[in-house]
Every structure is written in structure tokens, then in C-alpha cells.
């Protein structure tokens, strides 16, 4: 690892500041798509495995837990995230002692959030009969799900406290890091699944294994790393609490959460509605369209999520034209990506599905072509609300994306019902165009403008 830094250092040395900065996104790009091939890997392999061995009840608490543990990223209320701006502002202006305080009040601050979670979770833990609530029927998963949920539920709190550290690497532009611990803790956890099945293990060792280990062991690792010999200064300490900053934090994570909680809502919702109007069969068709173009702006965001920590430290040191570039420039690589892509999407998805989940489940012409034109609409909104986390425009994204998700349920509902399934994907694309793209891209113009000519006045580097 080490090894790895120097050489990461040293490229970054032969070139100017925005150069150094697009490096590091370039190969915190890489390695994170690495990382997620591995992790879809490990997660569509593990499938059949546990399918297999755990039967049908017991798997289906299995993928109920998977589901519940994917949320443990918006638990802490967006406080991590909230982490990236200020820590990235303090390291451009070399501030090591505000750096301390921030990462010390995030920790603290989760922390006890974690533990009023865990009080939380334990209450409802043993107050609800959860073999009544899942409907269980064999005595084998009757047996084996009280203990799995408990794991899960401590696992979920163990996991909150220790989301500063992707966060922290993401400040420092150095997610590649933090990346290649993870990738390490998923060939763990994919081994130590095989070990267990091959053992017989409980349903709740195998949750042990392969949750504990994706969500936990490699932000030990990497926090091992960081605070053991990277950044030693930065250990988390008491003294370095500060009530104003976690008041900052809290307001800023707030706003963000909001903003995540509404991305959740205008894309899990569509689910629901489809399930609710149209039946069980069109939601397996939507929901495995939907997985298959979903690709597209996952691997468009293991290339521009690097960029939130750098737009941040170019509108700290003033350099305007730099972010108006790569922002002009990550828009006409979506744009590029999405069409190319989806295109081949387009032209792939019936005989993808047909192979893949039946023939009963292939989607509609016009179902596809509707989340085509989604897919290229959130590649560009996915620019905006990057560049968006960069400059701390954080309450103009949660207010935007509060109206946008419950306009999205209302428009779903209305082209539904005149269009079919294809409506309802159609509203998630015409909603982000309108909010996202238009009212959010409208003020992020407008901000870089002021911004820009704000340098200009006072002599600043572009």
C-alpha cells in the first residue's frame, strides 16, 4: 500500500494542481470500478449459493437483510458526507488543527447518534415477533432468523461510526485507498461465505461472514491505515469536540440526507406504484429493466464522485475556470457514456432478460426507449448534483429534491395511467429534467457566474 502511495505521489507531482486533481479522480475512478465489478460479482455468485443452501424461507430473510443493511448509508443523517467539504476546505488552506476538530466532532457525533440508533433497534428488536412479521413456516428458519436479525441490527450500528473514513479519503482525493481496502474485505467476505457453507454454518454465521465483513472489516482496515500511520494527527479525540462545528455538520448532513432520502424516494417508488397499479408481472419486467440501465450511471459515478472534494478545493483557491472546464467537460462525457451505452442496451435488454429471468419478464419497446431517455437525463443530473456537493449548494439540492420526489409520485400516477408502465418511468426522466436539470443546473450556472466574477475583482487564480 504504501508502495502504491508513492507511486500515486509522484505522478501527481509532474503536473500543476487541476492536473493533480484530475489524476486522482481518474484513478479513484478506476479502482472503484474495479471494486464494484468484484463486489456485483461476489453478490450475483453469492446468489445461487445461498439460494441453494439456505432454502427458500431462509433466503428470503436473507435478501430482506441484504435490503435493510443498503439504508445503513443515510442512517447518520448525511453527517460523513458533510465531513468531505469542510475537511477538503481545511486541507487546501493546510489547516491541520480545523481538520482535527472536524473529523473528531463527526466521530463523536455519529457515535452517539449510533448509540441512540442501537437503543432504537434493540427496543423494537424484542418487541416485535418477527416470525409472524416475516410469515415464517419452516421450523429451520424459525430458528435461525432471530439470531441473523440481531447480528444485522449490530453490524448496521457498528457500521455508522466508521463511514467518516471513505470520507475522509474522499477530502483528501484519495478514495483509491480507501477503495482497495474494500476490495481486499470482499474477496474476505466471498471466501468466508464458501468457508461457511462448506461448514454448514447458521444462517446468522454466514450474515456474520459476508455482511460483517463487506460493511465493516474493510473501513477497520482502512481506518487502521489512516489513523495508524497515514494521518496520525487525525485520530479522533475528545478534546478536538467542538459543539459549534457539530452543529455545522449536523445542519449541512441534514440537508444532505434530505437530498439522498429524495433520490431514494423518485427511484424506489416507481416499484411500488407499477406493483400497486399494474401487478406482480410488470414490476419484474421494470425491475430487471431498470437494474440493467442502472449500469450505466453506476460506473458514470465511480469516475465523477471523485470530483465532489475536488470541485471543493478549486472554488476554495478560487480557480473558477478549471471547475467551468471539467464541469463542461464531465457533461459531455455522460452525455456520451449514457447514449452509447443505453443504445446498446436498447438494443440488448430483450434477449438479456429473456436468458436471464424469462421470457415473461422482457419489457416493452416502449418501456425501454422511456428508460433510455431516464438513463441519459440522470447521467446529466448526476453532473449537476456533483459539481452541486462541490460548491455546498446543499439546501438548494434538498429543497429541489424534496418537490421532485413527491412531484415524481403524482406525474407517475398521471402517465401511468394514459401511458402504461412506460408512463411511470417517463416521470422519473421528465421530473429530473425539470428539477434537476433545470431549476438546480439553472442555480449552479448562476453561482459559478457570480463566483467567477467575484475572482476576477479580486485578483484570485482562475
Not at 78 to 105: F, M, R, W, Y
Not at 142 to 147: D, H, P, S, V
Not at 328 to 347: A, P, R
Request: aromatic share 12%; with cysteine; glycine share 8%.
Amino acid at each position: 500500500m504504501r508502495i502504491f502511495k508513492k507511486f500515486i505521489n509522484s505522478v501527481a507531482k509532474l503536473e500543476d494542481k487541476g492536473s493533480q486533481r484530475i489524476q486522482r479522480a481518474g484513478i479513484s475512478g478506476f479502482v472503484t470500478l474495479l471494486n464494484t465489478v468484484v463486489t456485483l460479482g461476489a453478490g450475483l455468485i453469492s446468489i445461487p449459493l445461498t439460494a441453494k443452501y439456505l432454502g427458500q424461507e431462509s433466503f428470503g430473510v436473507w435478501l430482506i437483510l441484504s435490503t435493510f443493511l443498503g439504508w445503513v448509508g443515510i442512517a447518520d443523517l448525511g453527517l460523513a458526507n458533510s465531513l468531505t467539504n469542510g475537511l477538503s476546505t481545511a486541507h487546501t488552506k493546510n489547516d491541520h488543527i480545523e481538520a482535527q476538530k472536524l473529523v473528531s466532532t463527526a466521530f463523536f457525533t455519529i457515535f452517539s447518534i449510533s448509540i441512540l440508533i442501537l437503543v432504537l433497534l434493540i427496543f423494537i428488536y424484542f418487541n416485535i415477533s418477527w416470525i409472524e412479521a416475516l410469515n415464517l413456516k419452516s421450523l429451520e428458519a424459525r430458528l435461525e432468523a432471530k439470531g441473523a436479525i440481531l447480528i444485522s441490527l449490530l453490524i448496521f450500528v457498528c457500521r455508522l461510526p466508521l463511514s467518516i473514513v471513505s470520507r475522509i479519503y474522499a477530502a483528501y482525493q484519495e478514495v483509491y485507498f480507501y477503495q482497495l481496502w474494500k476490495l481486499i474485505s470482499t474477496f474476505l467476505a466471498f471466501g468466508g461465505l464458501i468457508i461457511a457453507i462448506n461448514y454448514h454454518a447458521s444462517l446468522s454465521i454466514l450474515v456474520l461472514v459476508f455482511f460483517g465483513c463487506n460493511l465493516l472489516l474493510g473501513d477497520i482496515f482502512a481506518s487502521i491505515a489512516l489513523f495508524g500511520w497515514e494521518r496520525r494527527w487525525l485520530l479522533p479525540k475528545l478534546d478536538y469536540f467542538k459543539l459549534k462545528s457539530s452543529r455545522w455538520l449536523l445542519l449541512t448532513g441534514f440537508q444532505l440526507w434530505l437530498a439522498q432520502l429524495s433520490s431514494i424516494i423518485i427511484f424506489q417508488t416507481d416499484l411500488i406504484i407499477i406493483a400497486l397499479k399494474f401487478g406482480a408481472l410488470e414490476v419484474a419486467s421494470y425491475g430487471v429493466s431498470l437494474k440493467l440501465f442502472s449500469l450505466i450511471s453506476t460506473i458514470q459515478l465511480t469516475f465523477l464522485s471523485p470530483f465532489w472534494p475536488a470541485y471543493n478545493e478549486a472554488i476554495v483557491g478560487k480557480e473558477v475556470k478549471w471547475i467551468i472546464k471539467i464541469f463542461k467537460n464531465s457533461l459531455i462525457l455522460s452525455l456520451c457514456w449514457s447514449l452509447f451505452s443505453g443504445t446498446i442496451i436498447y438494443f440488448l435488454c430483450p434477449i438479456i432478460v429473456r436468458s436471464w429471468v424469462g421470457q415473461n419478464a422482457i419489457p416493452s419497446q416502449k418501456l425501454i426507449i422511456a428508460m433510455l431517455f431516464t438513463s441519459v437525463i440522470i447521467s446529466v443530473a448526476h453532473c449537476i448534483g456533483i459539481l452541486a456537493a462541490g460548491l455546498s449548494e446543499f439546501s438548494i439540492a434538498a429543497s429541489i429534491g424534496i418537490v421532485q420526489g413527491i412531484a415524481n409520485i403524482f406525474l407517475s400516477i398521471v402517465l401511468g395511467n394514459m401511458f402504461g408502465v412506460s408512463g411511470v418511468s417517463w416521470s422519473t426522466g421528465i421530473c429530473l429534467l425539470i428539477f434537476s436539470v433545470g431549476i438546480m443546473g439553472r442555480r449552479i450556472v448562476i453561482t459559478l457566474i457570480e463566483s467567477n466574477r467575484s475572482s476576477k475583482l479580486t485578483g484570485g487564480k482562475f
